[in-house]
């Protein structure tokens, strides 16, 4: 498994942001191989936060090469001042099942 971390500080987000925004989340979910996502904010700093699981690294790749994601890619100066991207293999996760998680087990009935 592989985690794809997007950390990133906001300027103003308009229509166009908010539209392209939606079609990369679901060409990201129609990708064989994606396993969910979660978002964090930091209120201290502004930052946002958002974690991506793939399968398999091709399927991080498809997300990467798609071309609403490349789009985005050359406009982000006009939404971001700023981002980092951090590509992990993921080889644990593990919790009690006391809250939701892309990575949990289902639930036992």
Same mark, same amino acid.
């Given at each position: 498994?592989? #985690? #794809? @971390?997007f950390t990133f500080a906001k300027r103003e987000f308009d229509d166009a942001f908010h539209a392209l925004d939606q079609a990369i989340a679901q060409a990201a979910k129609s990708i064989p191989g994606y396993l969910g996502e979660e978002s964090w904010e930091n209120p201290a700093n502004g930052l946002i936060c958002n974690v991506y699981y793939w399968e398999t690294r091709e399927a991080l790749e498809a997300l990467m090469q798609h071309p609403m994601h490349r789009a985005a890619k050359e406009q982000q100066a006009r939404w971001l001042q700023g981002y980092? /991207?951090?590509?992990?293999? /993921? @080889?644990g996760s593990y919790g009690d099942g006391g809250i939701p998680h892309p990575l949990a087990p289902p639930k036992q009935g």
């Open positions: 498994m592989y #985690s #794809s @971390t980092h /991207v951090v590509i992990a293999q /993921v @080889t």
